[in-house]
T-cell receptor
Framework: EDQVTQSPEALRLQEGESSSLNCSYTVSGLRGLFWYRQDPGKGPEFLFTLYSAGEEKEKERLKATLTKKESFLHITAPKPEDSATYLCAVQAGGSNYKLTFGKGTLLTVNP | GAGVSQSPSNKVTEKGKDVELRCDPISGHTALYWYRQSLGQGLEFLIYFQGNSAPDKSGLPSDRFSAERTGGSVSTLTIQRTQQEDSAVYLC??????????????FGAGTRLSVL
């Protein structure tokens, strides 16, 4: 069974204090790993897709990396508007569509 | 263009009543998904529609849950004889189609269902 574990469950940072969120996964053949951002009362918003170990993608203050067992979402010099729940999901090699999600990391950035 | 639209945004119902939740996917997206997000849990896959193919219903938790997609566009998720454990946010997503390199799923804002 595919599994996704995100840590920590919650993270509080001061504005400008860089950190990383972790997503560990076990899957039968990774087709893709997805990062989403979810604000309260809204649906998940797509951030990145990573397909193979060693791949990296960046968007503003966010950088996602991928190894064979985990992915990291690095947040550089975060701002209060980066506060949200960050979700990680994997798509297994046997499926063209089904995503398995982790429970998310609730990030709070204090001014 | 418009994103995925879901209605109602909130639904309060009494235990035992039936409810219908609606999803309008992004225009041109042939794949449609329903997920359930319970408090403290990850998104749970419920059902998947792709074009005219038979849907994948493997995630539906019981036979009280059903979904249909009319004309390859709008979808309705129906929960019969609702129970308190059905209380959750029901999210709909759509994507261009399966098998493409970037099969990104785009989500609606969800319907928050509360069963009293």
């Amino acid at each position: 069974e595919d599994q996704v574990t995100q840590s920590p469950e919650a993270l509080r940072l001061q504005e400008g204090e860089s950190s990383s969120l972790n997503c560990s996964y076990t899957v039968s053949g990774l087709r893709g790993l997805f990062w989403y951002r979810q604000d309260p009362g809204k649906g998940p918003e797509f951030l990145f897709t990573l397909y193979s170990a060693g791949e990296e993608k960046e968007k503003e203050r966010l950088k996602a990396t991928l190894t064979k067992k985990e992915s990291f979402l690095h947040i550089t010099a975060p701002k209060p508007e980066d506060s949200a729940t960050y979700l990680c999901a994997v798509q297994a090699g046997g499926s063209n569509y089904k995503l398995t999600f982790g429970k998310g990391t609730l990030l709070t950035v204090n001014p | 263009g418009a994103g995925v639209s879901q209605s109602p945004s909130n639904k309060v119902t009494e235990k035992g009543k039936d409810v219908e939740l609606r999803c309008d996917p992004i225009s041109g997206h042939t794949a449609l998904y329903w997920y359930r997000q319970s408090l403290g849990q990850g998104l749970e896959f419920l059902i998947y529609f792709q074009g005219n193919s038979a849907p994948d219903k493997s995630g539906l938790p019981s036979d009280r849950f059903s979904a249909e997609r009319t004309g390859g566009s709008v979808s309705t998720l129906t929960i019969q004889r609702t129970q308190q454990e059905d209380s959750a946010v029901y999210l709909c997503a759509s994507s261009l189609r399966q098998g493409v390199a970037k099969n990104i799923q785009y989500f609606g804002a969800g319907t928050r269902l509360s069963v009293l």
